[in-house]
């Protein structure tokens, strides 16, 4: 894989990147860039290009952890399809074990009633946590995990709910759920326990000066990721070039979709807050491009025309910023793939909230993509794409 064309192509423009090319190491710089070329059949080939990509160097990964999960949830609702169960069939959570909470209702979708289908929206329009928790619950954190490794996300793991503290035993203890339609349970599914701790040898995992603790006390100690979710650049690069062209894959290393399931997934993962229905989001707190790291950057400002797409699932936490992305302009036959983390923590103190997205990470990742998508603009192929199946002019139905 080269790794000199991304290091002199950002070198080459320090206006952008000065903030970051002052120390990447400190800024935890990996860029994953990845061209793609169509033959006569528009078979997609891939060329990637890559900037201090290292699988054994720690990154929080935050909600990019939450596209996997998605794919197995929709495997696994296939799987119990003869149950009777669809992804949009009503559930209940339980508890079984100590924090656990229960849930019944869920009062952004339009029959009022959680769903795994109504959960996945959630996490690819705005990245929800609790959404991913229901889901991370209803995989099962053992199936979770051998199904990266049996996709190939061999340096991965996943191992953890998102933002309540889920860590040691907690985290191996998921709910009970139970799936029904009206006064009729149609499936259970009973409390699953993992034993296992996935080990993975991986460095810079103990970090910075000091941590505030869960009672917000400042503790001086550097904070420890030991144990926690994994999964590196590679993995997630290799993971979405699986769901968005199966095809290049030979079928047994294929996830276990539907065609259908395919379109529901692209579509919900493409749009901004304001082109669904369902969940209705508020402009002021989720405005359009609030998911899309890369190319749109954070700014509340842009009202994109949906003819340039981000297809992707990105990651905000402790001062990480990671964007997973396959951009596409429908207009222009542009396409790439871009997987991008960088993290800027100026105090070396994690959990005090105190990091520079605004000034430095959310920057980066705009300029990178936007710098990217220039290249590509002027690259010439020999054919250009057929970018018709991602290409939405109306929503999937419902049962989709």
């Known amino acids: 894989m080269d790794t000199t064309f991304l290091k002199q192509l950002i070198e080459g423009h320090p206006d952008l990147f000065r903030a970051v090319l002052d120390d990447p190491q400190r800024k935890q710089v990996q860029i994953l860039y990845t061209q793609i070329d169509r033959d006569e059949h528009q078979m997609p080939h891939f060329t990637s290009y890559s900037y201090r990509l290292d699988p054994t160097w720690y990154f929080y990964p935050a909600s990019t952890v939450k596209l996997p999960t998605t794919i197995f949830a929709l495997e696994k609702i296939n799987a119990l399809q003869r149950e009777g169960i669809t992804k949009d069939t009503p559930l209940r959570v ?8 229960r849930v019944t209702a869920d009062t952004s979708a339009p029959t009022g009633l959680p769903s795994i289908g109504h959960y996945i929206k959630k996490i690819l329009l705005t990245s929800d946590n609790d959404a991913f928790n229901r889901l991370f619950e209803f995989v099962g954190r053992a199936e979770i995990n051998k199904k990266l490794k049996h996709y190939g996300a061999k340096h991965s793991r996943i191992v953890n709910r998102l933002a309540i503290g889920d860590k040691g035993e907690w985290a191996k203890h998921t709910n009970p759920i139970t799936f029904y339609q009206g006064d009729q349970v149609i499936y259970q599914q009973e409390a699953q ?7 993975l040898k ?16 400042l503790i001086h100690k550097p904070y420890s990721f030991e144990g926690l979710n994994v999964y590196p650049l590679a993995d997630q690069q290799l993971l979405l070039k699986k769901l968005l062209f199966p095809e290049a894959f030979p079928k047994k290393k294929r996830f276990q979709l539907r065609e259908e399931d395919y379109r529901f997934i692209y579509y919900y993962m493409s749009r901004f807050p304001q082109e669904v229905d369902y969940p209705k989001y508020d402009s002021t707190e989720f405005w359009p491009t609030y998911s899309k790291l890369l190319f749109f950057g954070r700014e509340k400002y842009p009202k994109p025309d949906g003819t340039i797409r981000s297809f992707n699932k990105y990651g905000d936490s402790y001062g990480f910023n990671i964007d997973n992305a396959y951009i596409v302009d429908f207009e222009r036959g542009v396409e790439f793939l871009l997987t991008v ?7 070396d ?7 520079e997205y ?10 990178i993509g ?18 018709t199946k991602f290409d939405f002019s109306t929503p999937p139905t419902n049962n989709e």
């Open 370 to 387: 936007r710098l990217i998508y220039d290249h590509e603009l002027k690259r010439v192929k020999r054919l250009k794409p057929d970018l």
């Open 94 to 101: 339980d508890t079984a074990w100590e924090k656990q909470t």
């Open 341 to 347: 983390v960088v993290q800027s923590n100026n105090n």
């Open 202 to 217: 991986l460095q810079n995992v103990v970090r910075g000066k000091a941590y505030m603790d869960a009672n917000d006390s």
């Open 358 to 367: 605004e000034e430095v990470t959310y920057p980066f990742l705009k300029n």
């Open 193 to 199: 326990y993992d034993p296992k701790d996935y080990p």
């Open 349 to 355: 103190i994690y959990n005090d909230g105190l990091y």
